[in-house]
């Protein structure tokens, strides 16, 4: 089964920055954890207390990356296929940041789409 583990949250001041990781394990029907991993969309989310989650980036299997308004030119997404990880690089982070950031992992077949999350990780950037 697939599983994705965030780590790397964390209290920082304002204008800091943290680096958030996403490993993923597990198969996906015939596939092992590698195959799976370099075919799929992978994504950082967020959720605030009281608010909906939000999308924060996504990363193609071919590297192309999306990120919301409110974080470009301040995060960065990356992925490892070697080592079946996604990253995310968050620097000049503002106290609007504060939210539990989940990975998720986009597997798309023509017999639909099928999404997986990662339990989160709690960033909270002090003023």
């Known amino acids: 089964q697939v599983q994705l583990v965030e780590s790397g949250g964390g209290l920082v001041q304002a204008g800091g920055s943290l680096r958030l990781s996403c490993a993923a394990s597990g198969s996906w029907f015939s596939l092992n954890t590698m195959d799976w991993y370099r075919q799929a969309t992978m994504g950082w989310y967020r959720q605030a207390p009281g608010?909906?989650?939000?999308?924060?980036?996504?990363?193609?299997?071919?590297?192309?990356?999306d990120y919301a308004d409110s974080v470009k030119g301040r995060f960065t997404i990356s992925r490892d296929n070697a080592k079946n990880t996604v990253y995310l690089q968050m620097n000049s982070l503002k106290s609007e940041d504060t939210a539990v950031y989940l990975c998720k992992a986009i597997i798309t077949r023509i017999t639909g789409r099928y999404n997986y999350w990662g339990q989160g990780t709690q960033v909270t950037v002090s003023s």
């Open positions: 608010k909906q989650r939000e999308l924060v980036a996504l990363i193609a299997s071919g590297g192309s990356a």
